[in-house]
Nanobody, 121 residues
C-alpha cells in the first residue's frame, strides 16, 4: 500500500512564502515523475509543477519565477517552495507521484489528500 502525505500549507499574507512537502511511503520500488496540482473553489484542477527523478522540472506559466519544485529521491519526497505568493494562489494543493509498487511491480499514479494554501491580508 502506498500513501502520499502533504504538509506545509497555511495562511500567509500576499508577498509571503510557504514550503509544501509531500512524502510517499509504503511498498515503493521507484518513483518517476512527481507533480504538484492545485484546485481553487469553482475552478478546475491545474498542474503547478513537475519534476522527474533525474531532476528535470517544468512549471506552469503562472508560477514561473516564483515557485520552485525539488525532490529528495532517497526520501521519496517532493517539495514546493512558493515565494511572492498572491491571493490568486489560494487553493488546495495536492501532490501526485508516478511510481512502481514493489510488491506487485505495477505502475500507477498516486495522490495525496491535499493541503490548503490561503493567501490573504
Amino acid at each position: 500500500q502506498v500513501q502520499l502525505v502533504e504538509s506545509g500549507g497555511g495562511l500567509v499574507q500576499p508577498g509571503g512564502s510557504l514550503r509544501l512537502s509531500c512524502t510517499a511511503s509504503g511498498s515503493i520500488f521507484t518513483t518517476y515523475v512527481m507533480r504538484w496540482y492545485r484546485q481553487a473553489p469553482g475552478k478546475q484542477r491545474e498542474l503547478v509543477a513537475s519534476i522527474t527523478n533525474g531532476g528535470s522540472t517544468n512549471y506552469a506559466d503562472f508560477v514561473k519565477g516564483r515557485f520552485t519544485i525539488s525532490r529528495n529521491n532517497a526520501k521519496n519526497t517532493v517539495y514546493l517552495q512558493m515565494n511572492s505568493l498572491k491571493p490568486e494562489d489560494t487553493a488546495g494543493y495536492c501532490c501526485n507521484a508516478d511510481l512502481i509498487v514493489s510488491r506487485t511491480w505495477s505502475r500507477a499514479d498516486y495522490w495525496g489528500q491535499g493541503t490548503q494554501v490561503t493567501v490573504s491580508s
